[in-house]
């Protein structure tokens, strides 16, 4: 193939000159309206827009459907007219379907085992350890306490009167009251929660009666967390109704509060019906506390996903989708993987959420935890640190009164998701005009005094990955999963439809009669397809058959993920005190006849493509979503069985002093 890919022909020569001439011609007239351009032309567009770059967005939003019609092209006229340039391009997007499969299956395997890991590990008697022997180890000094201990040492013992305070923000629009004080109730029984958790309840203005329900929960809780507060949001002119514009102003109030600590503080963002193990924040402060302050604000928190409180309850597409789609996220979850982007759930430092200068208002930011990973990457220059937390998130499926309904529902916020598509292009707007601030490079510094030397060094330890390296990679991820999967469905189809024997044998009058047409030659008379083609076509076929062992592998590793978080765990000794209490809403251990559910996974794909694709055609003519709730499970509480120090009848007293919520 190698031999052959050297050959190239005339139209592979034309098709590369043409593509080099039109991004030459592309790029210089970018960067001659970038430098044309002014801080006041800039203010002008964006007084009356709202956008700094209005032609370049409105450009760059219609990009993922223009690199469709290009795929298009390449699969339909480059086969016979530049067939090398086609072998290649074929042989690269099914390597990139070949090594997510592989990525899926590792990852997976590393969630479980650490989940395992992590579940036996008592995070708190570990950090009590690590602070003792560093105290142990500078005790036997005079003077200066740090004389004498290494720098890693001398750091530890700085950070021992260090305390985190975990900012819970929880962010709602027309949720049942039932199942935020199920949630409420799980987060209540966690050891920390009474000294180290603010919890604030995000509550919509565009909700009726959504402050009485704030006010209730609160009278309901409030002796039984650190603090807790709420806010209520109103939508301003400019801003997109959802979830992030709603964390935005939560966040914001919180950080100008006068008792705020932003270096104290670690922003947790997590769903009305999420349910989180004590362990996860445990782990947090571990890694929190241990670490240099500097550190310590350039890293945020990721956990993995499970659908697990209402699975048996829901259809086998609804549980394939969910399955696929947390599945999604573990491919970022091996070691030393330079990138790794939230889903739902994560935990960001106030410090850095201030830096970044919030969460964003704007369509781009429909897709609010993607959106948001994605900002603080580039606002560091890729130095951000992130850090799996393998205690997942307990979420719900998708639930409605009947299986189509269900299904239609989980279409709805299948689109919802798609809609963050507007990311990729937000990340090339952000890489050609710099519109982005990065954090100055004083964020990255603190210095201190190494006790061995005597000298000023800076406590930030850069990351093994470099920064740019980091977002290269971002920036592969964009395309593989915003741009990727349709353009793998339609490379499929296509291939299968135009060239003879790309496709089953009982489609081959097809495929000759179209690639007729295409090569201009008669059925008779049928031009040849070039042998780099055919070679290409033979070891992408071995391809998939290679496939089907990260496959397995991913269907196996799954299935003992899920057993060991949704019911193993908790069963170990001690685990309703070292966990929390569960939900009142779950299931327990999937059921064998799931298994044969697998035979559903190959077509979530398809499923996903199609919503993104659905994004890409609403993208050409507006960037605007209605935000539609997708329909949850309704958990009815009985408070015995919440706690018995919640008094259900408190929600109706009245109680002076108590801030109930909050305002800019």
């Not at 997510?100 to 590792?106: C, D, I, K, L, T």
């Not at 590393?110 to 180890?137: C, I, M, Y």
């Not at 009305?272 to 550190?295: G, K, Q, S």
Request: a neutral charge; glycine letters at 6%; charged letters at 15%.
């Amino acid at each position: 193939m190698s031999t052959a890919a050297q050959q190239l022909t005339a139209g592979d020569h034309q098709l590369l000159q043409a593509t080099a001439l039109l991004c030459s011609l592309a790029g210089g007239a970018l960067a001659v309206a970038l430098a044309s351009d002014s801080k006041e032309k800039v203010a002008a567009r964006l007084r009356t827009t709202g956008r700094k770059h209005p032609l370049l967005q409105s450009l760059l939003q219609r990009a993922p459907m223009f690199l469709l019609a290009l795929l298009v092209l390449m699969c339909t006229v480059t086969p016979f007219f530049a067939p090398v340039v086609f072998s290649v391009s074929l042989f690269l997007l099914n390597c990139i379907f070949v090594w997510f499969g592989v990525r899926s299956a590792v990852g997976i395997f590393f969630v479980w085992r650490g989940s395992v890991s992590h579940s036996h590990t008592d995070w708190t008697a570990k950090l009590k350890q690590e602070l003792e022997v560093t105290d142990q180890t500078g005790a036997d000094h005079t003077g200066s306490e740090t004389v004498g201990l290494s720098m890693p040492d001398a750091t530890m013992l700085g950070n021992k009167g260090f305390k985190l305070i975990h900012v819970i923000v929880i962010p709602n629009y027309k949720e049942d009251f039932d199942s935020l004080v199920d949630s409420l109730a799980v987060l209540a029984s966690h050891s920390m929660a009474v000294t180290s958790y603010k919890v604030c309840l995000a509550m919509e203005a565009a909700e009726e009666g959504s402050e009485e329900k704030a006010q209730r929960l609160i009278r309901m809780f409030k002796h039984r967390f650190h603090e807790m507060l709420c806010t209520v949001h109103s939508l301003l002119p400019g801003e997109t109704r959802g979830k992030s514009s709603n964390v935005r102003h939560a966040v914001m109030t919180l950080a100008n509060l006068p008792d705020a600590a932003p270096a104290a503080e670690l922003v947790t963002v997590m769903d009305a019906d999420t349910c989180f193990t004590a362990d996860y924040f445990e782990c947090i402060t571990y890694h929190a506390t241990i670490a240099d302050p500097v550190t310590r604000r350039s890293q945020m928190y990721f956990a993995p996903v499970v659908f697990d409180r209402n699975t048996h309850a829901v259809n086998a597409a609804i549980r394939m989708i969910d399955i696929a789609w947390s599945s999604a996220l573990m491919t970022m979850s091996m070691p030393y993987y330079p990138v790794r982007l939230a889903l739902s759930t994560y935990s960001i430092p106030m410090e850095l959420a201030i830096g970044i200068g919030y969460w964003d208002v704007t369509p781009e930011a429909m897709g609010e935890d993607f959106h948001t990973t994605l900002k603080c990457y580039l606002a560091t220059g890729g130095r951000l640190k992130t850090i799996p937390i393998f205690s997942p998130s307990s979420q719900c499926h998708v639930d409605a009164s009947s299986f189509w309904k269900s299904l239609h529902d989980r279409w709805v916020q299948c689109c919802r998701h798609a809609w963050a598509i507007l990311d990729f292009s937000y990340g090339l707007r952000m890489l050609l005009t710099k519109e982005l601030p990065r954090l100055p490079e004083s964020y990255f510094q603190e210095w201190a005094v190494d006790p061995a030397t005597g000298r000023k060094v800076n406590l930030y330890k850069p990351k093994a990955i470099s920064g740019t390296f980091t977002l290269m990679m971002l920036y592969y991820h964009l395309y593989e999963t915003f741009i990727f999967p349709v353009h793998i469905m339609f490379s499929g189809v296509l291939v299968a439809l135009c060239l003879p024997g790309g496709g089953p044998a009982f489609l081959l009058p097809l495929e000759n009669w179209i690639w007729s047409i295409i090569s201009g030659t008669s059925l008779t008379d049928l031009a040849p397809v070039h042998p780099l083609i055919q070679q290409t076509l033979a070891l992408i076929d071995q391809m998939r058959i290679v496939f089907i062992i990260p496959l397995v592998s991913t269907f196996v590793f799954f299935e003992l993920f899920h057993e060991w978080v949704a019911s193993k765990r908790w069963q170990m000794p001690g685990a309703a005190e070292r966990f929390g209490k569960r939900s009142i809403l779950k299931a327990g251990s999937r059921k064998t006849v799931y298994v044969a559910e697998w035979t559903l996974y190959l077509g979530v794909p398809i499923f996903m493509a199609c919503s993104l694709l659905w994004a890409m055609g609403r993208h050409l003519v507006t960037d605007q979503l209605v935000y539609v709730v997708a329909a949850k499970p309704v958990v009815r509480v009985r408070f015995d069985d919440v706690d018995s120090d919640v008094n259900p009848g408190e929600g109706d007293v009245g109680d002076e002093g108590v801030p109930l919520v909050l305002k800019l």
